[in-house]
Structures are given as structure tokens and as C-alpha cells.
């Protein structure tokens, strides 16, 4: 409730008591002056109660509230002799006649303003935020106030994603953009814009506005050649770093190739990961990524860098290639290879909470992967303000293995896994112009196969599997195939301040999963288990829709209500099982947004929705099915019916001028279930899961806070984020229903910029604090703090000197532990010929061990890894 009273208090502090004061702005010829800002503020001070930037007709109109009787109000631009009056705090409209200036310009300095913002576009320059030690404009964004950068490359503007990555304005990688970003030299870039509220489809920008933001790139010139070479080679053990990446663009052509390979823990295959989609409120496309029925037991992902952990031998090439022809139309390439060998080596304790005591298990592991995979996609599109078109054809190949020997409380395990996937998907989106209106027609279809096996030795649950008779190994085969396809029609109209978006369409999916068991002993030949331990299922899920998307856009306020009616049926069976079943739904999901610009800095924003949720194939099947050596499931019970009502609360706030950017993010979501899940804990952690129909409620919710400040004249950067999750659910644990709560929240603090004109640092701090309650029995809460220093020196124009120092402290339920690492690098740059000489001393107080603790509904896993030893790396590195 107190997130509630905040918000409002908040809200009502900026709604109430506002005046508005609009003008406009000539020169002396009486004709309209554009790009003129105007600002308002206290008199005889410097602060800036708010501002507004004139359009092409000279117009402006600046939202404030202030208690003062009287304010002072400025207009400037550039070439333009600065006016300012006093005016009485009202609404009013206040004109200015401006008188143009000669600027006589005597040994002068001109610093460019760090950020500048023109309509809905903020441009950030290179110049005022890059480092000397900045080699790709992926360094300098990590560092841009209101943007930030996950651990996969995910760039984010004010919390949300960005829909579009564009290099001048073309989008050559199709959402892959980290391949840019870690290869293009900052050298080549002027500018990084930030396009506000943007549609990435032409035709439909006065028709559907988007609250999403993209990224464009300034390249310096219009034809650019560029690129990064590099080439390392080190020492314990034998290591490589390779990395050949040129680059063209061009007013018709783009062009990135990439061939890289290192055995260093760079995880270079995340340069390739799709990182944004076309629709984020309506997605059109079904998931078309692969689903592992069977894998061994990871280590789980940690939280720290790859490069302490990750023992890798990766291979990377990569073709993208973009092509405008006749008649606006545009066409890409994009061909992708991988070839990753990973080695794990840790060991984990799970602490399972139960309603009765507590079960832990030790496990010491040691796995293998071999990654594989093809991605192939061909795209013909045309874009603009006539009309849309874009077909895409993709092909997706995988050939994963995995092995892992593991000891469980010291008896030993040996694991095989297999998951060969195959995707071929077709994706055509047409829009036209009919009259005033813009149809619509979109078609997607896909098609996927995936047989996948598991080995393990020697043979688990023999209680169940085999009358409590060990046995050496048992073999679990899956088989899954399927078929997509979803069509629709739909046109979007204006009237007056209204734009209607009526849609009609359907979709249809067909699955089907076979899967069995086979168990091997000495001396005797394969016995497959019986019908209760296979499965031969078929799945059928058809949904037709009517919906209608209705947006109100006027002055400051923007209204979306989406009124979809789904018509969902499903056909699922098992033959041999003798088990069927069918659903129909009739369903009404509405969706209701709200947002208010209060002035140009502040922005509010709400919704409200209602979403019914129906069951996927991985989520019902009639068999048994061994998930891993120690995990049995059946998911024998209705098909899942639940629905749920959403809230989110969104307060926004930024301002180039002072260049303070930060956002407040509360969302709750309450959940009609219609079953209730459950697990039976073995004493050695063998799991077996089920479900079963039992009405019950589930509860979570959520609060993110960032806020961040550019200090211009430092050229430092400070920001502070927040998160907290908690969830509330009930559960079936070894045969008891309990209550199952979970509390997550992590703190944040980032501190960037100079020291000296020889120096700078970047510090970061981060603490995780994760705390379980079964059955209202609570376990002890742990923790991980986290500590980043990195210190940069330049005793010349050419010479960096880098020490990169981490403190990590663990308070985990069952231990404590602290861990330190530095490393050391010195590069020498030859600046004519654009020539980097660098060498890497990594993990210089060789640590060998470092822990980390993740968390699901009842189980707390503290996970020990071995780390990347000792090692020494020379490379030599060109730009292009």
C-alpha cells in the first residue's frame, strides 16, 4: 500500500496547480524562427524551472508549477540575440521578436554541449563522454546517462528496451546488434541519438505512436570503411584471442564481417543474440527458440564477469550485408556460425525448505558443452511513408551436446545429453495505403523439429523404474515436432484525435511429443518401461480473435485501450495412455494504458490489463518424463486455466539541459490458478514433480528505482538503482500444501569520470539479498556484495595504464567468504597508424575459487566455481 501512497502523492504534487505559457517566435521580418530554446526560471537565479524548444512554425508551450509570484522567461538560439522578460506566474501566451546577432569569433574554444535534444531526439556527443581508454562505442554507451547495458548487451533507455539499433538510419543486423557495438572504433562515431517515442514503420507514424525509444549511430563521414583487427596470444595455458571484423557503410550498402575465436572466457556468441523485437506490446511471432526437455544439471549462470569462469574455445563468423535497390526497397543478409567448447568445473549445495525439515545435498560436477549452430535469415523490405512491406526467411540448425561426471554426496555420475534442433520460419508484413487508411496483412509460419536424448549412469529412481534394483544406465529419448502459423488483417484509420485499429485473425499451433525410457543392466538386453514412462502425445491449439485497439492522443495525454475477444480451443491426447482432452474459451482481455507528459521532463504513465493463460505442451504430458539424472516429472492434470489481473505505476524523468535522467517502475499482478504444483524431495535430492487441479492464488510485485547525473564539467557520472521482487504462491511439498514466499532485492551504485587529466575511474557496487519462507518458516536470509574499481591512467596521449580490481563478500546460508582479483593491462598506441600494442596480466592473486548463490520457490543453490587461473595475454590490435 505504501507504493500506492507514493505514487499518488507524487502524481498529485505535478497535476495540480500547473500553468502553461505559450508563444511564439519571429525575427524581425516577422517570420518564424525554429530551434529557438526558451527557458523558464526564478528570478536572479540560474535554476531551471522548465523549458521548451520552438517548432517549425516558431511555436512553443512550457508546463511548470511554481509557488512564485513572479518568473523569468529566456529566449536563445543560436545567431540569435538572447531576450528575456519578467511575467507574472499564469497561464499566458508570451511572443518574442528576436534580432539576429554576428557573432565575432576571436580565438576561440567551442565545446559542444554533451547532450542536445531537438523534438523527439536526444543526441549525445562522442567527444564530451569518451575516454582514452574507449576502443568500440560499446564502451562509451555503458557509460551515457538514461542509457544502460545488461550482461548479454541489451541496451535499455529509461528501463525499456530499445526497439531499434540503426546505423545512419538503416537497420542492417535485424536486433543483433552487439556486433556492432563491440567492433565499430568509437573513432568513427560523432553522435549516439536516442529517438524518443519512436515507430520504426514510416507509414504508421501519425497513426500509432510507440513509447519505445531507438538507437541511431553518427558516423563521421558519409562513406565509412572501418573495422577492428586483433590478434593476442598468452600463456597459462596456451591461449588465443583473434578477432577480424571490417565494416562498410555506405548511402546504399552496409556491410559487417566477422571472424572471431579466443579461448580467454570471451563470450563472444552473445554478439549474435536477436536483442529486440519488432512489436514489444503485441507480439506477432511465436518463440521460436529451442525448449531442452532433457540437459544435464548446469552449473548455474553466475553473476560475475565470463572471463573469471568461462573455460572456453569459441569460434565466431559472421555476414551481414545490406543492399538498397530501386524503388525504396532494401536487401539483408545475415548469416551466422558458432562452434563453442565449454568446460564447467564447481560444485553446488542445494538447500531444499520443506514443510517438515530441511534436505541438503552436495554435488561436484564437472560438465562439457559443445555448441553448434547455423542462423540464417534473408529479408526483402521497403519502408516509407507510402507503404510497408518486409518478408523474412530464416533457417535455425543446432547440434548441442553436453557431458558432465558428477559426484552426489560422493557416489559418482555420469551424464550424456543430445539436442539437435531445426527451425525454418517464414514472416511476411505487408501495410498499404487504402484512401486514409492503412491496411494491414501479416503471416507467419514455422516450422520446428527436435529430437533430444539423455544418458545416465548409473541408472536413477530405481524404486520406481526397477522394483529397487540398481541398474547401470537408463536412456531417455524425446522426439518433439511442430508447426505455426498465425494470420491476420487489420487497418488503422484517423478521427480527429482518435485512431482506430480494428483486427481480425488466427492462429494455429500443432505439436507433438514422443518420448520413452530404456533401462540397461549387465548381461541383459534393453528393456524399454512401460506405457506409464513414454509418451506419445498430440497437441492442437487453434485461437481466433476480434480486437480492437482504440488510441486517443491529445496536448500531453496519450490513451491506448485494446479490446481483444479470443475464441481458444485445444485438443490434447495421448493414445496409448487412453488420455484426452479438450477446452474451449471464450475470452475477453482487455488492456488499459494512460500516460501524461507533465513538461518536457516529467512523464506518468499507468495500466491496468487482464490476461488469461492457457498451457503449453512442456507444461502437460500423461508419462513420465527424466528431466535430468534427478528430476522425474509427469504433468498428468487439466490443461492450465488461469487468469490474472496486472497494474504498473511508471514516473519518468529526464532533462538534457542538466543532463538528469531516472524512472520509478511498480507492477502487481494477481493470479486465478486452476492447479497447484508439486514435488516430492528424496533424502539424496532426487525430485519427482506433478500437478494437480486445485484452485489457488498466486501474488507478485515488484519495484525498480534508477536514478543518474552527468557532471559536465567533471565528466563524471553518478547513478543509483533499486530492485525488489517479492512472490507469493502455494505449493505441494512432500505431500504437505504450504504457503511458499520469495524476496529478492538488489542496491546500486555507479561512480565514473576523472581524477586528473592523466586519470579517471569507474567504480560500481552491488549487493543481492535473497531470503526464502515455507510454511511461514523462514530461512536465513543471504547475500552477495560486490565491488568494481577500475583505474584508468594516461602519463601520455598514447600510453594506457589499466588496474581492474573486484572484492566480492558472500553471507550464504551454510558459509561466508571473500574473494579478491586484480588485473593489469598496459597498451601502447602508434596513433598514426591507428596500432595498439596491449598486454593482459589477469587474475594476478591467482584465485582459484569463487562462489554464488541463486534461488527459486523452496531451494537456496550456492554454486563454487573454479575460476580461469593466472595468465598472461600479448595482442596487437588495428582499426581500420
Same mark, same amino acid.
Given at each position: 500500500?505504501?507504493?500506492?501512497?507514493?505514487?499518488?502523492?507524487?502524481?498529485?504534487?505535478?497535476?495540480? *496547480?500547473?500553468?502553461?505559457?505559450?508563444?511564439?517566435?519571429?525575427?524581425?521580418?516577422?517570420?518564424?524562427?525554429?530551434?529557438?530554446?526558451?527557458?523558464? @526560471?526564478?528570478?536572479?537565479?540560474?535554476?531551471?524551472?522548465?523549458?521548451?524548444?520552438?517548432?517549425?512554425?516558431?511555436?512553443?508551450?512550457?508546463?511548470? &508549477?511554481?509557488?512564485?509570484?513572479?518568473?523569468?522567461?529566456?529566449?536563445?538560439?543560436?545567431?540569435?540575440?538572447?531576450?528575456?522578460?519578467?511575467?507574472?506566474?499564469?497561464?499566458?501566451?508570451?511572443?518574442?521578436? #528576436?534580432?539576429?546577432?554576428?557573432?565575432?569569433?576571436?580565438?576561440?574554444?567551442? $565545446?559542444?554541449?554533451?547532450?542536445?535534444?531537438?523534438?523527439?531526439?536526444?543526441?549525445?556527443?562522442?567527444?564530451?563522454?569518451?575516454?582514452?581508454?574507449?576502443?568500440?562505442?560499446?564502451?562509451?554507451?555503458?557509460?551515457? =546517462?538514461?542509457?544502460?547495458?545488461?550482461?548479454?548487451?541489451?541496451?535499455?533507455?529509461?528501463?525499456?528496451?530499445?526497439?531499434?539499433?540503426?546505423?545512419?538510419?538503416?537497420?542492417?543486423?535485424?536486433?543483433?546488434?552487439?556486433?556492432?557495438?563491440?567492433?565499430?572504433?568509437?573513432?568513427?562515431?560523432?553522435?549516439?541519438?536516442?529517438?524518443?517515442? @519512436?515507430?520504426?514503420?514510416?507509414?504508421?507514424?501519425?497513426?500509432?505512436?510507440?513509447?519505445?525509444?531507438?538507437?541511431?549511430?553518427?558516423?563521421?563521414?558519409?562513406?565509412?570503411?572501418?573495422?577492428?583487427?586483433?590478434?593476442?596470444?598468452?600463456?597459462?595455458?596456451?591461449?588465443?584471442?583473434?578477432?577480424?571484423?571490417?565494416?562498410?557503410?555506405? &548511402?546504399?550498402?552496409?556491410?559487417?564481417?566477422?571472424?572471431?575465436?579466443?579461448?580467454?572466457?570471451?563470450?563472444?556468441?552473445?554478439?549474435?543474440?536477436? #536483442?529486440?523485437?519488432?512489436?514489444?506490446?503485441?507480439?506477432?511471432?511465436?518463440?521460436?527458440?529451442?525448449?531442452?526437455?532433457?540437459?544435464?544439471?548446469?552449473?548455474?549462470?553466475?553473476?560475475?564477469?565470463?572471463?573469471?569462469?568461462?573455460?572456453?574455445?569459441? @569460434?565466431?563468423?559472421?555476414?551481414?550485408?545490406?543492399?538498397?535497390?530501386?524503388?525504396?526497397?532494401?536487401?539483408?543478409?545475415?548469416?551466422?556460425?558458432? @562452434?563453442?567448447?565449454?568446460?564447467?568445473?564447481?560444485?553446488?549445495?542445494?538447500?531444499?525448505?520443506?514443510?517438515?525439515?530441511?534436505?541438503?545435498?552436495?554435488?561436484?560436477?564437472?560438465?562439457?558443452?559443445?555448441?553448434?549452430?547455423?542462423?540464417?535469415?534473408?529479408?526483402?523490405?521497403?519502408?516509407?511513408?507510402?507503404?510497408?512491406?518486409?518478408?523474412?526467411?530464416?533457417?535455425?540448425?543446432?547440434?548441442?551436446?553436453?557431458?558432465?561426471?558428477?559426484?552426489?554426496?560422493?557416489?559418482?555420475?555420469?551424464?550424456?545429453?543430445? *539436442?539437435?534442433?531445426?527451425?525454418?520460419?517464414?514472416?511476411?508484413?505487408?501495410?498499404?495505403?487504402?484512401?486514409?487508411?492503412?491496411?494491414?496483412?501479416?503471416?507467419?509460419i514455422n516450422f520446428q523439429h527436435s529430437p533430444q536424448s539423455l544418458r545416465v549412469v548409473p541408472g536413477p529412481f530405481a524404486g520406481l523404474l526397477n522394483n529397487k534394483m540398481a541398474f547401470d544406465l537408463l536412456r531417455q529419448t524425446t522426439t518433439t515436432r511442430s508447426f505455426f502459423t498465425h494470420n491476420k488483417v487489420s487497418f488503422n484509420q484517423n478521427i480527429g484525435k482518435f485512431s482506430l485499429a480494428p483486427q481480425i485473425g488466427f492462429q494455429v499451433e500443432k505439436q507433438s511429443l514422443g518420448s520413452q525410457m530404456q533401462r540397461f543392466s549387465a548381461n541383459e538386453l534393453p528393456t524399454t518401461i512401460g506405457n506409464d514412462y513414454a509418451n506419445q502425445l498430440e497437441w492442437l491449439k487453434v485461437n481466433a480473435y476480434l480486437k480492437l485497439q482504440t488510441q486517443y492522443? $491529445?496536448?500531453?495525454?496519450?490513451?491506448?485501450?485494446?479490446?481483444?475477444?479470443?475464441?481458444?480451443?485445444?485438443?490434447?491426447?495421448?493414445?496409448?495412455?487412453?488420455?484426452?482432452?479438450?477446452?474451449?474459451?471464450?475470452?475477453?482481455?482487455?488492456?488499459?494504458?494512460?500516460?501524461?507528459?507533465?513538461?518536457?521532463?516529467?512523464?506518468?504513465?499507468?495500466?491496468?490489463?487482464?490476461?488469461?493463460?492457457?498451457?503449453?505442451?512442456?507444461?502437460?504430458?500423461?508419462?513420465?518424463?527424466?528431466?535430468?539424472?534427478?528430476?522425474?516429472?509427469?504433468?498428468?492434470? =487439466?490443461?492450465?486455466?488461469?487468469?490474472?489481473?496486472?497494474?504498473?505505476?511508471?514516473?519518468?524523468?529526464?532533462?538534457?539541459?542538466?543532463?538528469?535522467?531516472?524512472?520509478?517502475?511498480?507492477?502487481?499482478?494477481?493470479?486465478?490458478?486452476?492447479?497447484?504444483?508439486?514435488?516430492?524431495?528424496?533424502?539424496?535430492?532426487?525430485?519427482?514433480?506433478?500437478?494437480?487441479?486445485?484452485?489457488? &492464488?498466486?501474488?507478485?510485485?515488484?519495484?525498480?528505482?534508477?536514478?543518474?547525473?552527468?557532471?559536465?564539467?567533471?565528466?563524471?557520472?553518478?547513478?543509483?538503482?533499486?530492485?525488489?521482487?517479492?512472490?507469493?504462491?502455494?505449493?505441494?511439498?512432500?505431500?504437505?500444501?504450504?504457503?511458499?514466499?520469495?524476496?529478492?532485492?538488489?542496491?546500486?551504485?555507479?561512480?565514473?569520470?576523472?581524477?586528473?587529466?592523466?586519470?579517471?575511474?569507474?567504480?560500481?557496487?552491488?549487493?543481492?539479498?535473497?531470503?526464502?519462507?515455507?510454511?511461514?518458516?523462514?530461512?536465513?536470509?543471504?547475500?552477495?556484495?560486490?565491488?568494481?574499481?577500475?583505474? *584508468?591512467?594516461?602519463?601520455? $596521449?598514447?600510453?594506457?595504464?589499466?588496474?581492474?580490481?573486484?572484492?566480492?563478500?558472500?553471507?550464504?546460508?551454510?558459509?561466508?567468504?571473500?574473494?579478491?582479483?586484480?588485473?593489469?593491462?598496459?597498451?601502447?598506441?602508434?596513433?598514426?597508424?591507428?596500432?595498439?600494442?596491449?598486454?593482459?596480466?589477469?587474475?594476478?592473486?591467482?584465485?582459484?575459487?569463487?562462489?554464488?548463490?541463486?534461488?527459486?520457490?523452496?531451494?537456496?543453490?550456492?554454486?563454487?566455481?573454479?575460476?580461469?587461473?593466472?595468465?598472461?595475454?600479448?595482442?596487437?590490435?588495428?582499426?581500420?
Amino acid at each position: 500500500m505504501r507504493y500506492w501512497s507514493v505514487f499518488f502523492l507524487l502524481a498529485s504534487n505535478y497535476v495540480f *496547480s500547473q500553468s502553461i505559457i505559450t508563444g511564439k517566435i519571429t525575427d524581425r521580418q516577422r517570420a518564424a524562427v525554429s530551434n529557438i530554446n526558451v527557458t523558464l @526560471h526564478l528570478p536572479n537565479t540560474s535554476a531551471i524551472l522548465a523549458f521548451g524548444i520552438t517548432d517549425k512554425q516558431g511555436n512553443y508551450a512550457i508546463t511548470y &508549477k511554481s509557488a512564485a509570484d513572479l518568473l523569468e522567461i529566456s529566449a536563445f538560439g543560436f545567431g540569435y540575440a538572447k531576450q528575456q522578460k519578467s511575467i507574472q506566474n499564469k497561464t499566458q501566451d508570451v511572443g518574442f521578436v #528576436l534580432s539576429e546577432q554576428n557573432i565575432a569569433l576571436k580565438e576561440v574554444i567551442v $565545446k559542444e554541449k554533451p547532450i542536445t535534444r531537438n523534438g523527439d531526439t536526444l543526441s549525445y556527443a562522442v567527444s564530451a563522454f569518451k575516454n582514452q581508454s574507449d576502443r568500440s562505442i560499446g564502451d562509451l554507451i555503458k557509460r551515457l =546517462p538514461g542509457l544502460e547495458v545488461d550482461a548479454n548487451g541489451r541496451i535499455s533507455y529509461q528501463g525499456k528496451p530499445i526497439n531499434k539499433y540503426y546505423i545512419e538510419g538503416l537497420d542492417l543486423l535485424s536486433g543483433r546488434y552487439n556486433l556492432a557495438n563491440e567492433n565499430l572504433p568509437v573513432d568513427a562515431v560523432t553522435h549516439v541519438e536516442v529517438l524518443e517515442n @519512436h515507430q520504426p514503420i514510416r507509414v504508421l507514424d501519425s497513426l500509432v505512436f510507440s513509447e519505445n525509444a531507438a538507437l541511431n549511430i553518427r558516423l563521421k563521414n558519409k562513406v565509412t570503411a572501418t573495422g577492428t583487427a586483433r590478434l593476442g596470444a598468452g600463456v597459462a595455458p596456451a591461449l588465443w584471442d583473434a578477432n577480424v571484423t571490417p565494416m562498410v557503410f555506405g &548511402k546504399s550498402q552496409q556491410l559487417i564481417a566477422s571472424y572471431q575465436s579466443n579461448n580467454l572466457g570471451n563470450n563472444v556468441a552473445k554478439q549474435i543474440k536477436v #536483442l529486440t523485437i519488432d512489436d514489444v506490446l503485441n507480439p506477432f511471432e511465436n518463440d521460436d527458440s529451442k525448449k531442452n526437455w532433457v540437459r544435464i544439471v548446469p552449473l548455474a549462470t553466475p553473476s560475475f564477469s565470463d572471463t573469471r569462469w568461462l573455460d572456453n574455445q569459441i @569460434h565466431l563468423g559472421s555476414l551481414n550485408f545490406l543492399q538498397k535497390l530501386p524503388k525504396g526497397y532494401e536487401l539483408k543478409a545475415n548469416l551466422s556460425y558458432l @562452434h563453442d567448447n565449454q568446460r564447467q568445473i564447481g560444485g553446488t549445495r542445494t538447500i531444499n525448505y520443506t514443510p517438515q525439515d530441511t534436505i541438503t545435498f552436495d554435488e561436484t560436477k564437472r560438465n562439457n558443452y559443445l555448441f553448434e549452430a547455423i542462423d540464417a535469415s534473408l529479408i526483402l523490405e521497403k519502408n516509407d511513408k507510402g507503404g510497408y512491406l518486409k518478408n523474412q526467411l530464416s533457417f535455425k540448425g543446432q547440434w548441442d551436446k553436453e557431458t558432465g561426471l558428477l559426484q552426489l554426496n560422493n557416489s559418482p555420475i555420469s551424464q550424456q545429453a543430445t *539436442s539437435p534442433y531445426f527451425s525454418l520460419t517464414n514472416s511476411l508484413k505487408d501495410i498499404f495505403k487504402f484512401k486514409n487508411r492503412a491496411i494491414t496483412f501479416q503471416s507467419f509460419i514455422n516450422f520446428q523439429h527436435s529430437p533430444q536424448s539423455l544418458r545416465v549412469v548409473p541408472g536413477p529412481f530405481a524404486g520406481l523404474l526397477n522394483n529397487k534394483m540398481a541398474f547401470d544406465l537408463l536412456r531417455q529419448t524425446t522426439t518433439t515436432r511442430s508447426f505455426f502459423t498465425h494470420n491476420k488483417v487489420s487497418f488503422n484509420q484517423n478521427i480527429g484525435k482518435f485512431s482506430l485499429a480494428p483486427q481480425i485473425g488466427f492462429q494455429v499451433e500443432k505439436q507433438s511429443l514422443g518420448s520413452q525410457m530404456q533401462r540397461f543392466s549387465a548381461n541383459e538386453l534393453p528393456t524399454t518401461i512401460g506405457n506409464d514412462y513414454a509418451n506419445q502425445l498430440e497437441w492442437l491449439k487453434v485461437n481466433a480473435y476480434l480486437k480492437l485497439q482504440t488510441q486517443y492522443q $491529445k496536448d500531453k495525454w496519450r490513451l491506448t485501450l485494446n479490446t481483444p475477444v479470443n475464441h481458444y480451443f485445444f485438443r490434447v491426447g495421448d493414445e496409448p495412455l487412453k488420455q484426452q482432452q479438450n477446452l474451449n474459451r471464450l475470452t475477453f482481455e482487455p488492456k488499459f494504458n494512460v500516460r501524461y507528459d507533465l513538461n518536457p521532463f516529467w512523464a506518468l504513465s499507468s495500466s491496468i490489463d487482464k490476461k488469461n493463460t492457457f498451457g503449453e505442451i512442456e507444461n502437460l504430458f500423461y508419462g513420465y518424463l527424466l528431466k535430468n539424472y534427478r528430476t522425474l516429472e509427469r504433468r498428468n492434470a =487439466p490443461l492450465l486455466d488461469n487468469v490474472s489481473w496486472g497494474t504498473s505505476f511508471n514516473i519518468r524523468y529526464r532533462n538534457p539541459l542538466t543532463s538528469v535522467f531516472g524512472y520509478a517502475i511498480y507492477t502487481t499482478r494477481t493470479t486465478n490458478n486452476n492447479l497447484i504444483y508439486g514435488t516430492r524431495i528424496a533424502a539424496q535430492g532426487a525430485s519427482e514433480g506433478f500437478a494437480l487441479p486445485t484452485f489457488n &492464488k498466486s501474488y507478485t510485485q515488484s519495484v525498480i528505482l534508477q536514478v543518474g547525473k552527468f557532471f559536465s564539467a567533471l565528466k563524471t557520472q553518478v547513478s543509483l538503482d533499486y530492485q525488489s521482487t517479492f512472490s507469493e504462491q502455494q505449493q505441494i511439498i512432500n505431500g504437505t500444501t504450504v504457503p511458499v514466499k520469495n524476496q529478492n532485492n538488489s542496491f546500486g551504485v555507479k561512480v565514473n569520470g576523472k581524477i586528473a587529466k592523466w586519470a579517471d575511474f569507474d567504480y560500481k557496487f552491488k549487493r543481492f539479498g535473497f531470503e526464502n519462507q515455507v510454511n511461514n518458516r523462514e530461512s536465513r536470509p543471504a547475500s552477495q556484495q560486490i565491488h568494481e574499481l577500475n583505474l *584508468s591512467f594516461y602519463p601520455s $596521449k598514447s600510453t594506457f595504464v589499466g588496474l581492474k580490481n573486484e572484492y566480492y563478500t558472500n553471507n550464504f546460508t551454510s558459509s561466508r567468504s571473500q574473494n579478491i582479483f586484480s588485473d593489469f593491462m598496459i597498451r601502447y598506441t602508434f596513433r598514426k597508424h591507428k596500432i595498439d600494442i596491449e598486454t593482459n596480466w589477469n587474475n594476478i592473486w591467482n584465485t582459484s575459487q569463487l562462489s554464488f548463490i541463486s534461488a527459486n520457490a523452496f531451494s537456496v543453490i550456492e554454486s563454487n566455481y573454479q575460476l580461469r587461473p593466472v595468465q598472461v595475454v600479448q595482442k596487437i590490435r588495428f582499426s581500420f
